[in-house]
C-alpha cells in the first residue's frame, strides 16, 4: 500500500523559510516522478513543484520559481521542498504526490503552511 506522510509545516513570518518532508512507503521511490501541490483556504489545487526519478529534472510553478526548491534522496525515501522567502499567499496545506502536477496521488494528510505577521 502506497504512503505518503508529509511533515515540517509551520507558522512563520512573511521572508521567513520552512522546509518540507514527505517520507514514502509501500512502493519503489525511486522509479517515481514526485510532486508537491498545494490547496489554500477555499481555492483549488495548486501544483507547486515536481522531481522525475533521479532528480535530473526538476519543474515550478511560477508562483514559487526561485524561492522554492524540491529534491529527493532516493536512500531516504524521502522527498522535500525548501522554502524560501514565503509570502502570505503562501499559506496552504502542502501535499505531496507520486507523479507529475495535478495527476500526481495524494496517500498523505498534507502539513499546513501558514505565513503570518
Known amino acids: 500500500e502506497e504512503q505518503l506522510v508529509e511533515s515540517g509545516g509551520g507558522l512563520v513570518q512573511p521572508g521567513g523559510s520552512l522546509r518540507l518532508s514527505c517520507a514514502a512507503s509501500?512502493?519503489?521511490?525511486?522509479?517515481?516522478?514526485m510532486s508537491w501541490v498545494r490547496q489554500a483556504p477555499g481555492k483549488g489545487l495548486e501544483w507547486v513543484a515536481d522531481i522525475g526519478s533521479g532528480g535530473g529534472v526538476t519543474r515550478y510553478a511560477d508562483a514559487v520559481k526561485g524561492r522554492f526548491t524540491i529534491s529527493r534522496d532516493d536512500a531516504k525515501n524521502t522527498l522535500y521542498l525548501q522554502l524560501n522567502s514565503l509570502k502570505t499567499e503562501d499559506t496552504a496545506l502542502y501535499y505531496c504526490?507520486?507523479?507529475?502536477?495535478?495527476?500526481?496521488?495524494?496517500r498523505g494528510q498534507g502539513t499546513q503552511v501558514t505565513v503570518s505577521s
Open positions: 504526490g507520486i507523479g507529475w502536477e495535478l495527476s500526481a496521488r495524494r
Open positions: 509501500g512502493f519503489t521511490f525511486s522509479l517515481h516522478a
